[in-house]
């Protein structure tokens, strides 16, 4: 079984400060992990993703997250906040071990607000 | 490219109607996911077709809810005898199988449905 939590529904950050959206995961075997964001009346865009390799992984808008295997984290992180990443962000997760089975476990996303 | 499409953006029909909802996912994508989400709340998943079959129905909330999907391209989900609670954003998704099955979704705008 995979599944991902994210435990903070809000997230609130002072313009220019950095910002982490945290992210945990569980799965049987090894992950593949994604960050999604959801700007107002938007659709979810891809952001990043962690395949293999480098645990510091970049993605769209200045954005990176952090894998850590032994805290089974994906914290999303940008050094320095802009209003306009005001969105919903979405971890989800997809275990290795399941084969030819695409399906992907999406977190309940965590609400960033970034205070001008 | 051509993005994801979904159709109609929104619908409004009264309880108890039948509605269809349409999706024309990226040609060449073989898998197709729909998603409900709630006044901004997080994803829920409703069904994942792999081709033209659907390995995993599990989200669907009731036998009101039923999908198909046609030569592996265009998806409809099927809501019949609507209730109030069924009244949310219906998201469709779409991403290609490749053998390390790590590809990202590609979202569409949604089809806002509500029931009066």
């Known amino acids: 079984a995979q599944s991902v939590a994210q435990p903070e529904d809000q997230v609130n950050v002072a313009e220019g400060n950095p910002l982490t959206v945290k992210c945990t995961y569980s799965?049987?075997?090894?992950?593949?992990l994604f960050w999604y964001v959801q700007y107002p009346n938007r659709g979810l865009q891809f952001l990043l993703k962690?395949?293999?390799?480098?645990?510091l992984v970049k993605g769209s808008y200045g954005f990176e997250a952090e894998f850590n295997k032994s805290q089974t984290s994906f914290h999303l992180k940008k050094p320095s906040a802009l209003v306009s990443d005001s969105a919903l962000y979405f971890c989800?997760?997809?275990?290795?071990?399941?084969?030819?089975?695409?399906?992907?476990?999406f977190g309940t996303g965590t609400k960033l607000q970034v205070i001008p | 490219g051509a993005g994801v499409s979904q159709s109609p953006s929104n619908k409004v029909t009264e309880k108890g109607k039948d509605v269809e909802l349409r999706c024309d996912p990226i040609?060449?994508?073989?898998?197709l996911y729909w998603y409900r989400q709630s006044l901004g709340q997080g994803l829920e998943f409703l069904i994942y077709?792999?081709?033209?079959?659907?390995?995993?129905k599990s989200g669907l909330p009731s036998d009101r809810f039923s999908a198909e999907r046609t030569g592996g391209s265009v998806s409809t989900l099927t809501i019949q005898r609507t209730q109030q609670e069924d009244s949310a954003v219906y998201l469709c998704?779409?991403?290609?199988?490749?053998?390390?099955?790590?590809?990202?979704?590609?979202f569409g705008p949604g089809t806002r449905l509500t029931v009066l």
């Open positions: 799965v049987s075997g090894n992950p593949y």
């Open positions: 962690y395949i293999t390799g480098d645990n």
């Open positions: 998704a779409s991403s290609l199988i490749g053998a390390g099955g790590y590809n990202e979704q590609f």
């Open positions: 077709f792999q081709g033209n079959s659907a390995p995993d």
């Open positions: 989800a997760v997809r275990d290795e071990r399941s084969g030819g089975y695409q399906k992907v476990t």
């Open positions: 040609s060449g994508h073989t898998a």
